[in-house]
Structures are given as C-alpha cells and as structure tokens.
C-alpha cells in the first residue's frame, strides 16, 4: 500500500485553485485529486497518526460512494483494509478514520449504510 503524505493530498489540490482567493485555497487544502473532500479532522488523524490511505484506497472509496449513493445512503460507515471511515456521501467527505485497534467499542452512530471492501 502506499502511503501518501497529507502534504501531498493537499498540494495536489491547491494547484487548481486561485491562491488570491482564500476561501477557495482553504477549501482546496481538504479536498484530494480524487475528488474527495477530506475534513480537517481526517487531515490531522492521518498526519499525527501516519494512516495510509493512498490512490489505490481513495479509488475504492470513490467506488464505494458511487455504489451508497446510488441506493440513496446519506452517511456511510466504509470498511476498508484495517480502517473504517465515516462519510458523507452526497458530499463526498470523508469525516473521519478508525483504525482496527482503535475501534474497541465497535459502536458508529448517524449512519445509515455500511459497507465492506
């Protein structure tokens, strides 16, 4: 799996945008080149706990979505690998990651689907 940097998530985004517009760079700094917005939160999670999400699992959580908004899910818990994420999935955010050693309750609210990769 390779491991991408936060750094590069975000400098991959902020290339598109105006940088004389803040809200937009701001904005840019969360979303990745796949075309999902990850939260500040995530950000933070991935940099201080060094997750890996890399282009391989952002393709399969795109998949995911496609596949919970089509049967008209709204939040979703995804199972991914030794993660679970919880998104939103009209907006396409990613609100948070779980990893498997972290989840000692196994208990996830405001979710209305799951799925497992």
Do not use: Y
Not at 12 to 23: E, G, H, K, L, S
Not at 39 to 60: C, F, N
């Amino acid at each position: 799996m390779a491991k991408i940097n936060p750094v590069q998530l975000q400098s991959a985004a902020i290339d598109r945008v105006n940088p004389t517009q803040p809200n937009q760079v701001r904005r840019a700094q969360q979303t990745t080149a796949d075309g999902l917005d990850f939260s500040r939160h995530l950000m933070d999670r991935i940099k201080r706990r060094q997750l890996e999400i890399g282009p391989q699992e952002t393709a399969r959580l795109n998949q995911a979505l496609d596949k919970a908004q089509e049967k008209g899910s709204r939040d979703s818990l995804v199972l991914l690998n030794d993660l679970a994420f919880i998104v939103n999935v009209q907006n396409r955010k990613v609100v948070t990651a779980i990893e498997k050693q972290n989840m000692n309750e196994g208990v996830f609210t405001n979710i209305d689907s799951a799925i497992i990769l």
